[in-house]
């Protein structure tokens, strides 16, 4: 025997199961009203006083038959415009960096607007391009997933995660397609042709 | 002012897998490539924080934060608390809690669960706090009903509670279950069974906690939380290569 380690384990996790919305988004699950206020309904603190661009992501997360899930729920966290992340000094007041929202009951399409994320300085002074990180939670999914939004419209050459990717054209399903001003679309898929890449953050 | 340390790795294999095929729903909702493993960066290492202006202070009381005024939720009258910890076994303070689940016959409150329990006019079926400077967190709620579910022809949930928990950082939002100490269904659950070791089932087992029971009044479950530990960064990482 030898000395105990006084540490725990995280708990294990456990699907978040169909009716997810109840409790993270009760207007969605037809119960608006609830809560006075929902927590990540918007980004914005104030949407008008944001600095940067704003833009409006729209998708559809895939399951392995190529079905647009309607149960699919997605927790996203960014900094500012100016990269820097809410919470830490000079960030954007009118901002929380955070958003909750899902794909829609009848068509399966999830639509976040945000502000387009600036870039940062990470490890080794290494400047990531401007990305959106995402939590992808449902019914069938054991834990969370995580991925991350990048832009095509932005210089993505040097991104320290993007060049991880042995498979280049796998660094095609991280990549927002612009479709319009300040419009994209980025589709998550789960499994099969063209499934996303996950993280293990 | 120390760091900002990076996090302690997930352990896959205490976690249940992506692809679990007695899970149904799984199969066809589970990547199959390899997860990329990322080293923690700054977007992994600060996350969303909320505050007690985000909350009402009735958001933890299930048996009255939907019901009208002189009535209250049916069932089992129950307090769920117990402490967020993290890997280190200290507190996680001031984090958000939010919880959901069925009523007293196992039926949710959701446009899409159309099981025959009855809807409890007087039950939401959710309920979110924060925790406080010991990362002690409480609920008040009625133990919720096992309810039928299409995975086998006669498969059954064992009563569970839904847990979501923030943390510090987004690295460490998890979302789990609670279930209660003593359910004869635990063993026939193909969704608690996507935990693989029998240690990870018991750490989502609430005991029955008799001195926080009130007397005459309602009965007590203890559940902690435990989250990912955070590495405190005695030397920095030294860069491959470097």
Redesign the interface.
Known sequence: MVQKL???????????????????M?TY???AG????E??TTPFLDESKAKGEIVEIVGSVF???G?A?R?ALI?S???DAGGV????KGADPAF???CRFAAD?ESGEFTLRTVKPGS?K???GVE?AP?I?L?V?????????NT?IYFEDEDNAND??LN??EQRP?VNTLIAKKTGDGKYRFDIR???EG??????? | MPLKGEFY????E?????Y?HD?K?????????S??????????I?????GHG???PG?NDLIY??AQSGESAIGERIILHGRV?????RPVPNT?V???QANAGGR??????TYLAPIDPNF???G?TITDENGYYFFRTVKPGAYPWRNWVNSWRPAHI?V?IFGTA??Q?????CYFEGDPLIPHCP??K??PMQE??E??TAALDLNATIPLDTIAYKFD?????RRSTLFE?R?EG?
């Open positions: 006084e540490t725990l384990i995280e708990s294990a996790s456990q699907t978040a199961g169909p009716y997810v919305h109840i409790g993270l009760p699950a037809g119960n609830y809560y006075d206020e927590i990540g399951d392995g038959t079905w899930m149960d927790e966290w960014q900094c992340f809410p919470g830490d929380t960096g955070h009951a940062y990470g490890r080794g990531s990305h990180s939590w939670v449902a019914r069938g999914i054991n834990i969370g997933l991350r320290p995660l991880r990717i796998r789960l499994q099969g499934e996303t890449v996950f993280l293990d953050i | 790795q997930r352990d896959r205490w976690h249940p897998k992506a679990t899970y729903t799984s199969v066809a909702r589970s990547p199959r490539q997860l990329i493993s990322l080293e923690n960066t700054v977007s992994e600060t996350g969303p924080r909320f985000d909350i009402d958001d934060n939907y910890l993290d890997e280190n076994a958000l939010e919880i959901w949710y409150r959701h446009k899409k669960d939401g079926g959710c979110r839904h979501s987004f690295a939002r998890l979302i789990t279950q969704i608690l996507t935990v990870g089932i750490q989502l939380i435990v989250l990912r530990g990482n860069l470097n």
